[in-house]
């Protein structure tokens, strides 16, 4: 397996706000072949989310407080969202801490806030654009989905155009970038004609969304379910809907997109204690609200952040007070390497992130405006920075080979003045061979 990565021109918020209304210049240094992946130079500039947090445990260790500086941040006013009454998904938190005897990983905040089936942020409605809480750059400009299609198409032109490729996409929000890539590429029938288009979206609103967006047409006999197969009339392709990439059937080479999709998983946050690493937690305080607590014994987690201490340099550990791991993202990016590697083809994963690791980026973003991570779970988005280390040594990992073909380009193709926070990504099959622009 070979793994390719460029780094692309960041804006500084980590969702794109809609005040950023400049078109995506993101893709300029892609086309322009920069091959270059940048770390960045400083760990704390993420927004996070201010707290004081007592240590629990009892022991005889003196209370640690933790202060975190949001001067830097938005501050909404009074907490005016504050709900009157207490919302179904806190109820439902609440439940969960109370059942369980004690508090969540931050990790099981953040799924069940996104994604629970039936309270959770992205399941019942469109959350992008003006009138939503971001927006993404597939929204901000058709020229987006355009130059992934163009990436596709050579990535295919690469595999010696396959007759039949799994185009995979993750977490596609509204289908845009899907829809622009397919009116950008329609006039290649060849192309088009190979594409079986597979849609990995858990919000059965977003997926209804993307069919109209798609222009999805229903044909042939209803399966033993009852469910006719859909055509997209942009292109004829098939378009088939998942909420896990595992469903997408496998045995025909396969190409996976995922922009925006990893920062949505879930993360583990560990701060250092006068104990080592503890997992910060959410709880149930005295006066009934969410709060954020540290565990007061090692959790299942930290094998996972013992993992990725081992993908650093001790120095770069040393500095950190808190870090942020995402066993979703490594679970995931195992997943998409070891398809990839049976079946051929490749992936493009684009998000915010760092080339490092990451210490406090978890956010919250309402209407366009960050607020408190805890405050009125389910109508704000979180999100958290991809830490693409992890995901270049996993893919690496699942390669098989023993070595680490990981290329970074030679350091003389190194852009001056890059963004350090928008990153790519790519992991394709070695038979093929390093994709456009990543050579
Ligand atoms: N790629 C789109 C949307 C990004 S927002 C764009 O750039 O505009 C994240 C998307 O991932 C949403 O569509 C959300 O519903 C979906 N999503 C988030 N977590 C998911 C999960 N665990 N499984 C499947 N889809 C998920």
Same mark, same amino acid.
């Given at each position: 397996?070979?793994?390719?990565k460029?780094?692309?021109r960041? *804006?500084s918020?980590?969702?794109?706000l809609?005040?950023?209304?400049?078109?995506?210049?993101?893709?300029?240094?892609?086309?322009?072949?920069?091959?270059?992946f940048f770390?960045?130079?400083?760990?704390?500039?993420?927004?996070n989310?201010?707290?004081?947090?007592?240590?629990?445990?009892?022991d005889?260790?003196?209370?640690?407080t933790?202060?975190v500086d949001r001067?830097?941040?938005y501050?909404? !006013?009074?907490?005016?969202h504050e !709900?009157?009454t207490?919302?179904?998904?806190?109820?439902?938190?609440?439940g969960?801490?109370?059942?369980?005897?004690?508090?969540?990983?931050?990790a099981e905040?953040?799924?069940?806030?996104?994604t629970?089936?039936?309270?959770?942020?992205?399941?019942?409605?469109d959350?992008?654009?003006a009138?939503g809480?971001f @927006?993404?750059?597939?929204?901000v400009?058709?020229?987006?989905?355009?130059?992934?299609g163009?990436?596709?198409m050579?990535?295919?032109?690469q595999?010696?155009q396959?007759?039949?490729?799994?185009?995979?996409?993750?977490g596609?929000g509204?289908?845009?970038?899907?829809?622009?890539?397919?009116?950008g590429? *329609?006039k290649?029938?060849?192309?088009t004609?190979?594409m079986? @288009?597979h849609m990995?979206?858990?919000?059965?609103?977003?997926q209804?969304?993307?069919?109209?967006?798609?222009?999805?047409?229903?044909?042939?006999?209803?399966d033993?379910?009852g469910?006719?197969?859909?055509?997209?009339s942009?292109?004829?392709s098939?378009?088939?809907?998942?909420?896990?990439?595992e469903?997408?059937?496998?045995?025909? !080479?396969?190409? @996976?997109?995922?922009?925006?999709?990893?920062?949505?998983l879930?993360?583990?946050?560990?701060?250092?204690?006068?104990?080592?690493?503890s997992?910060?937690?959410?709880d149930?305080?005295?006066?009934?609200?969410?709060?954020?607590?540290?565990?007061?014994?090692?959790?299942?987690?930290?094998?996972?952040?013992?993992?990725?201490?081992?993908w650093?340099?001790?120095?770069?550990?040393e500095?950190?007070?808190?870090?942020?791991i995402?066993?979703?993202?490594?679970d995931?990016?195992?997943?998409? *390497?070891?398809?990839?590697s049976?079946?051929?083809?490749g992936?493009?994963?684009?998000d915010?992130?760092?080339?490092?690791? @990451?210490?406090d980026s978890l956010?919250a973003?309402?209407k366009?405006?960050?607020?408190?991570?805890?405050?009125d779970p389910?109508s704000?988005?979180?999100?958290?920075?991809v830490?693409?280390p992890s995901?270049k040594h996993?893919?690496?990992?699942?390669?098989?080979?023993?070595?680490?073909?990981?290329?970074?380009g030679?350091?003389?193709?190194a852009?001056?003045g890059m963004?350090?926070?928008?990153?790519a990504?790519?992991?394709?099959?070695?038979?093929?061979?390093?994709?456009?622009?990543?050579?």
């Open positions: 397996m070979l793994l390719r460029v780094l692309l960041g *804006a918020a980590s969702r794109l809609i005040s950023n209304k400049s078109p995506p210049a993101s893709l300029l240094p892609l086309a322009s072949g920069c091959t270059r770390s960045s130079s400083s760990q704390s500039e993420g927004p989310d201010g707290f004081v947090a007592g240590q629990e445990g009892g005889e260790q003196p209370p640690a933790i202060t001067s830097g941040l501050h909404p !006013p009074d907490h005016s !709900p009157t207490e919302s179904e998904l806190v109820k439902h938190l609440k969960i801490i109370k059942f369980r005897g004690g508090p969540i990983s931050v905040y953040m799924e069940e806030v996104l629970n089936p039936k309270f959770g942020f992205y399941i019942n409605r959350v992008f654009g009138e809480d @927006i993404t750059s597939p929204e400009s058709q020229m987006f989905g355009e130059m992934i163009v990436w596709v050579c990535l295919w032109e595999m010696g396959p007759k039949k490729v799994n185009l995979v996409e993750l596609p509204r289908g845009t970038l899907m829809a622009d890539l397919l009116r590429t *329609a290649f029938k060849s192309f004609d190979s079986h @288009i990995v979206e858990c919000s059965p609103v977003l209804k969304l993307q069919h109209q967006n798609l222009k999805c047409e229903k044909v042939g006999n209803a033993e379910n469910e006719k197969s859909s055509v997209t942009i292109t004829g098939p378009v088939t809907w998942y909420s896990s990439l469903q997408v059937p496998s045995g025909s !080479p396969t190409i @996976i997109l995922a922009h925006e999709f990893y920062d949505a879930p993360i583990h946050q560990f701060q250092r204690s006068s104990r080592g690493w997992e910060k937690m959410v149930v305080g005295e006066d009934s609200k969410l709060r954020f607590v540290l565990s007061p014994q090692p959790t299942p987690a930290t094998l996972y952040l013992m993992k990725r201490c081992k650093a340099t001790e120095k770069e550990v500095s950190l007070k808190q870090i942020e995402c066993p979703k993202a490594i995931l990016t195992h997943t998409i *390497a070891q398809r990839i049976s079946d051929g083809g992936a493009l994963i684009i915010y992130g760092l080339n490092g690791v @990451i210490s956010q973003i309402r366009h405006k960050f607020v408190s991570i805890l405050d389910g704000a988005d979180l999100s958290a920075y830490d693409f995901l996993t893919a690496e990992e699942a390669s098989g080979e023993g070595e680490a073909p990981f290329w970074e030679p350091d003389e193709l852009p001056v963004g350090t926070r928008y990153l990504m790519a992991i394709v099959n070695k038979k093929q061979g390093a994709p456009v622009p990543f050579q």
